[in-house]
């Protein structure tokens, strides 16, 4: 499947050209994604952390992961909208960039493990492997952490 | 010698150079800037929300605080130190510029705050522990931390674009 078009849409949107003509949206859209990304990655750590057994541990798994949830995913959704629209600005940068289908993979998985696996064993009701736990835990890591890499590594590659 | 000279040899010195030229360091330093400023500033954001009573309130603000300072410490130990080298490399740029020094500004006070917080109203912290009825003095500290941090992610982006 060819995707260059695609990418070429995204780049030509009204958005796109609003975003690139400014001098300041770009740098405060990413701002945004920053805000985002530190509410995302610092609360998901310590639910990692916890579910690993070596951070919170005064607490249960369920009693650190249910409070915790509300800051990841609103962290995720200022971080998701904010990359989208940075994305828009610069989809043809992005079509030629080994880092980029890295980073858009690991945030797929990044997806799947947080929404259908991690939330769901992390329930006060639910009873689960301690082993699955801290699996999922280094899964989540690794996911997580491997998008902040290659988003970084996108600037540069 | 003015400070902009020094900075000036700072980053001509040949660990300055080297980092600018090269190719893996640099990105690299930058990326762990990036993530260990997640880490210490996620779960700094974690106390502060605990102190103006938005999140984890049915735990003791003492576990909250106890249980996250080892991850914020280390978090910020790494952003300090890969700050040092990401500062090594282009100090003389980085002086002049004005979202830089608001920058600074603001870590000095951040952690004015922090200070201010443990050695008053933390003091206290048994009375007020279990408890959402939180001090105002000690939801003025989580106010200030959330605000302030907010600020200095934001100069540190705006600094590499330069707008001063």
Known sequence: MNLLPLFQWFDSTAISNIIRDSTYIFPVVEVFH???LTLLLGTLTITDLRMLG???RRQTVAQVATQLAPWTIGGAIVTIISGFLLFLSEAMK?????AFPWKMWLL????IVYFLVQLRITRPESRVHPAMLKVVAVLSLFCWYGVAVAGRAIAFV | MDIQSICQAISDSSIGTQLRQ????WPAIEAVHVLSLALSVGTITLVDLRLIGATLRNEPV????EQTQPWTIAGFLLAFISGVFLFWSEAERLYPSYSFRYKMVCIVLLGVN???FHQ???RSVDKWNRSTAIPARARFAGWFGLIFWMIVIFLGRWTAYNLK
Do not use: H, K, P, Q
């Open chain 1, 34 to 36: 920053l805000f985002g």
């Open chain 1, 54 to 56: 070596i951070g919170m």
């Open chain 1, 94 to 98: 992005c079509y030629g960039n080994a």
């Open chain 1, 108 to 111: 797929l998985a990044g997806l």
């Open chain 2, 22 to 25: 090269s190719t893996y360091v």
């Open chain 2, 62 to 65: 003492t576990d909250v605080i």
């Open chain 2, 114 to 116: 922090a200070i201010y």
């Open chain 2, 120 to 122: 008053t109203v933390y």
